[in-house]
């Protein structure tokens, strides 16, 4: 018989510290000690970061068992945990997995399969991961230091997980043309581009694209070919038109499928387009991120330029204003200029 005092005695805080006794073990955990002990060396493991979401997902459990008595049923939580290689997503998985299973089973009500985090199958090894998917990447808008660098390491990680990997040259503008703008990338075609400033790929400003019909033509390229994920290295207007993209990305398909310019099969494996924006601009003005691409380039030649004037206005005893570009660093009037006092 489980002790009817269950609720209060079954969520033992397992705080790391270095003596416990018997007495502070519930009855419910003496039963099964070694997998208690397992239990409180893992949770000892956990950073600070993996400890809040251990402590986040068990005062969620604790909700849920004792809602079975009285009070609302919290609502469905969902955490989702990424990292690189050795991060420790799988022990922190395997902490939550591990508590889930002891809380909700307090009062003899087994877990529920949809009610638990699973443990992912982390069996699929990273070279892997992107096999029978396509990639294309693209730069848009203005150049920016930096933009080179986002798009070899695009490549490279496609590559890796073994994904197919397209350029498309000429920004938007390439994508509508199609034809030799898109083209596919290798490990060697990136090489020798880290340290280039704007962007080997091209870059221009396409009026064709704010058209329905441009961005029909766009998505049939990309449909012929089979690329089903983009990525959009550029500014404001360019991340703007590929959420316009995406968005219309159902209705453009079935455009193409009525005009016979695509099979029926062909949209159904392209039926999903998944976009991923990189801000490529010196303003620094995009929200959601705190520097964009090219900005910390862009200040350190501003940097530079200033104190190589500085000494020369400092002889002259004079007062030198400096013109840089860039609308984050406007001062006042229109146009993306602004000046600087040296």
């Known amino acids: 018989m489980m002790d009817e005092h269950c609720e209060e005695q079954a969520f033992p805080q397992l705080f790391p510290t270095e003596e416990f006794g018997f007495q502070d073990l519930p009855w419910l955990w003496i ?10 060396s893992q949770v000892r493991s956990l950073n600070t970061q993996q400890r809040m979401v251990y402590d986040h997902v068990q005062d969620w459990c604790q909700k849920v068992v004792k809602s079975r008595k009285a009070g609302p049923k919290p609502e469905p939580m969902q955490i989702f945990v990424t990292g690189g290689a050795g991060t420790g997503k799988s022990h922190v998985i395997s902490a939550v997995y591990q508590m889930a299973i002891r809380t909700l089973q307090c009062e003899g009500h087994p877990p529920s399969p949809a009610g638990i985090m699973q443990q992912q199958d982390i069996s699929v090894e990273a070279t892997k991961m992107g096999v029978g998917r396509s990639i294309a990447v693209l730069t848009s808008g203005g150049d920016a230091q930096g933009m080179n660098a986002a798009v070899r390491a695009t490549v490279r990680v496609g590559l890796y997980t073994g994904a197919k990997v397209f350029f498309i040259h000429e920004g938007y503008q390439g994508l509508v043309d199609g034809g030799d703008n898109i083209c596919p990338a290798t490990w060697e075609s990136v090489s020798m581009m880290l340290q280039l400033g704007g962007t080997m790929i091209g870059s221009a400003r396409c009026q064709d694209f704010r058209t329905k019909e441009g961005r029909t033509k766009a998505a049939c390229n990309l449909v012929k070919l089979g690329i089903t994920n983009l990525c959009v290295i550029g500014g404001d207007g360019s991340l703007t038109g590929a959420d316009q993209f995406r968005t219309e990305w159902s209705e453009l398909l079935a455009i193409l499928v009525k005009a016979g310019k695509v099979t029926a099969e062909e ?19 995009f929200c959601g991120t705190d520097m964009t691409i090219g900005t910390d380039s862009a200040l350190h030649r501003i940097m530079e330029v200033v104190d190589a004037i500085t000494t020369t206005a400092q002889s002259h005893q004079r007062t030198f204003i400096l013109e840089v570009m860039g609308s984050a660093l406007r001062v006042s009037g229109p146009g993306d200029s602004a000046g600087l006092w040296c």
């Open 267 to 285: 949209a159904k494996c392209s039926s999903h387009l998944n976009i991923v924006g990189m801000v490529g601009s010196i303003d620094n003005d």
């Open 31 to 40: 039963v099964d000690l070694p997998s208690y002990l397992r239990s409180v």
